[in-house]
């Protein structure tokens, strides 16, 4: 609402009076005048788009826009993970870090996540309705399942929630965001710490351990195996780090 409110602004129109010319003259504007980056006026594109094409049916969005530049994840080290971990104020707060770390969740699955779904004999997770309403299966750690049986004791028995939260349902995804941030403040980790975070380590350190890239896009949901592979540019990067032994 807010990009399409910007650009009838400029162009001074009604939306059924828009033609694809006010388009490229606005997408124009943007990237010469305003000098957005590339992300943002990928934003804009489909928020225009949406509203344009889907809703209107004018099919008059067909420019192309200048390619988003890839960058690689930020990974945390083994290191900075316990220290993470460490640093968690409460049980709760621990058990959110280490389900992150040790599966490889989304906030957005994390968040739904329900008792029903965690297998502790075969130390899996169900993933249900997961990014592109798909299910799929994940890995748990073992220790964590144990602190995570622990956990669900302290909570009432009808509970289907992993994480409830106060006065709603469930905790919210900036909760969790805000947890994560917190207690890496707290570590003196000076990268930027997100709930992402902790699912690029995973995979990171998964391939980094020699696990097939295969079974890492299964675990995380990936429908292309092509944005599966930024993490073997991250290992590179690690590669990069060791030194000779003669050095």
Same mark, same amino acid.
């Given at each position: 609402? *807010?990009?399409?409110?910007?650009? =009838?602004?400029? @162009? %001074?129109?009604? $939306?059924?009076?828009?033609?694809?010319?006010?388009?490229?003259?606005?997408?124009?504007? @943007?990237?010469?005048?305003?000098?957005?980056?590339?992300?943002?006026?990928? =934003?804009?594109?489909?928020?225009?788009?949406?509203?344009?094409?889907?809703?209107?049916?004018?099919?008059?969005? /067909?420019?192309?826009?200048? *390619?988003? $530049?890839?960058? /690689?994840?930020?990974?945390?080290?083994?290191?900075?993970?316990?220290?993470?971990?460490? /640093?968690?104020?409460?049980?709760?707060? %621990?058990?959110?870090?280490?389900?992150?770390? #040790?599966?490889?969740?989304?906030?957005?699955?994390?968040?739904?996540?329900?008792?029903?779904?965690? /297998?502790?004999?075969?130390?899996?997770?169900?993933?249900?309705?997961?990014?592109?309403?798909?299910?799929?299966?994940?890995?748990?750690?073992?220790?964590?399942? +144990?602190? =995570?049986?622990?956990?669900?004791?302290?909570?009432?028995?009808?509970?289907?929630?992993?994480?409830?939260?106060?006065?709603?349902?469930?905790?919210?995804?900036?909760?969790?965001? %805000?947890?994560?941030?917190?207690?890496?403040?707290?570590?003196?980790?000076?990268?930027?710490?997100?709930?992402?975070?902790?699912? &690029?380590?995973?995979?990171?350190?998964?391939?980094?351990?020699?696990?097939?890239?295969?079974?890492?896009?299964?675990?995380?949901? &990936?429908?292309?195996?092509?944005?599966?592979?930024?993490?073997?540019?991250?290992?590179?990067?690690?590669?990069?780090? @060791? +030194? #000779?032994?003669?050095?």
């Amino acid at each position: 609402m *807010r990009h399409n409110k910007l650009f =009838l602004d400029y @162009i %001074k129109k009604e $939306p059924d009076k828009v033609t694809e010319s006010d388009i490229k003259s606005y997408m124009s504007y @943007i990237i010469s005048d305003l000098k957005l980056k590339p992300r943002s006026v990928s =934003l804009k594109k489909s928020a225009l788009k949406f509203f344009y094409d889907e809703i209107l049916k004018k099919n008059i969005i /067909n420019l192309k826009t200048p *390619r988003i $530049p890839k960058s /690689n994840p930020e990974v945390l080290s083994r290191d900075e993970i316990f220290l993470l971990i460490k /640093n968690a104020k409460s049980q709760k707060t %621990k058990l959110i870090i280490e389900l992150l770390y #040790s599966t490889g969740l989304r906030v957005s699955e994390l968040v739904r996540l329900k008792t029903d779904e965690i /297998n502790f004999k075969e130390k899996t997770i169900r993933v249900k309705a997961g990014k592109g309403s798909k299910d799929r299966m994940t890995i748990v750690g073992g220790k964590v399942l +144990k602190e =995570l049986e622990r956990y669900l004791q302290t909570l009432p028995s009808e509970n289907v929630w992993i994480f409830p939260g106060q006065g709603r349902d469930i905790l919210t995804t900036r909760n969790i965001q %805000k947890i994560i941030q917190n207690t890496a403040m707290k570590a003196g980790i000076k990268k930027r710490v997100t709930p992402h975070t902790l699912r &690029h380590s995973f995979a990171t350190h998964l391939l980094e351990n020699g696990t097939d890239i295969r079974l890492i896009q299964e675990l995380l949901g &990936h429908s292309q195996l092509s944005t599966t592979q930024i993490y073997t540019h991250v290992s590179q990067e690690q590669i990069k780090k @060791i +030194k #000779s032994p003669l050095d």
